[in-house]
């Protein structure tokens, strides 16, 4: 057997006993939450691992269902909760056969456990994403409420694997408003 088929195994049989834990606590804060509401729940929980910026609030290393991550808390123009960001770590080109792989198929079958079946989901490839700050889809879930994915994203120069699942609504208005934002600063 290569090595390939093992990885994916062992990630199957780690994905079916992730799916059996409790939600995250991070994930039972609602949408719309204030900011310092939220600031001061995760700073009590996770103490000197949270640093508060202007617009999120990050968490450096964060035990999602046994995978090392960092997390973003986003919040909209009127500072309320709007989205989680889920970012694996930092990896080079070289290690996409081994850790990208890997980091891509803990996240989405994460995801998958905690949101059913994606829409459509595709192999993760590092040939299409070339730019900084641009993002390859590796999984789209279809939700009414909520925008949900995994992908690929080049940040700093360096390849991580990415998750999102936000409020439909709320970032929908958010990117209403930073197109108007744009237009005034034009």
């Not at 409790?22 to 609602?30: T, V």
């Not at 891509?104 to 989901?121: P, S, V």
Request: aromatic share 10%; with cysteine.
């Amino acid at each position: 057997m290569g090595r390939i088929p093992i990885i994916l195994t062992i990630l199957l049989i780690s994905t079916i006993c992730y799916g059996q834990e409790q939600k995250s606590e991070l994930m039972s804060i609602p949408f719309g939450t204030p900011f310092s509401d939220v600031a001061m729940k995760v700073k009590k929980e996770y103490g000197d691992r949270v640093i508060l910026y202007e617009n999120n609030i990050a968490i450096e290393e964060y035990d999602l269902k046994g995978m090392k991550v960092g997390v973003s808390l986003l919040f909209d123009n009127k500072k309320k909760f709007m989205a989680l960001f889920y970012k694996t770590a930092d990896r080079t080109a070289d290690q996409y056969e081994t850790n990208i792989k890997i980091d891509a198929y803990m996240l989405t079958g994460i995801f998958r456990n905690k949101f059913g079946q994606a829409l459509k989901c595709k192999e993760p490839t590092i040939n299409k994403v070339i730019s900084e700050d641009e993002i390859y889809p590796i999984c789209e879930w279809k939700d009414e409420n909520l925008v949900i994915y995994t992908a690929i994203k080049v940040f700093r120069s360096k390849l991580h694997i990415v998750g999102l699942v936000g409020s439909k609504k709320m970032m929908e208005k958010f990117k209403t408003h930073l197109k108007e934002e744009k237009k005034k600063n034009k």
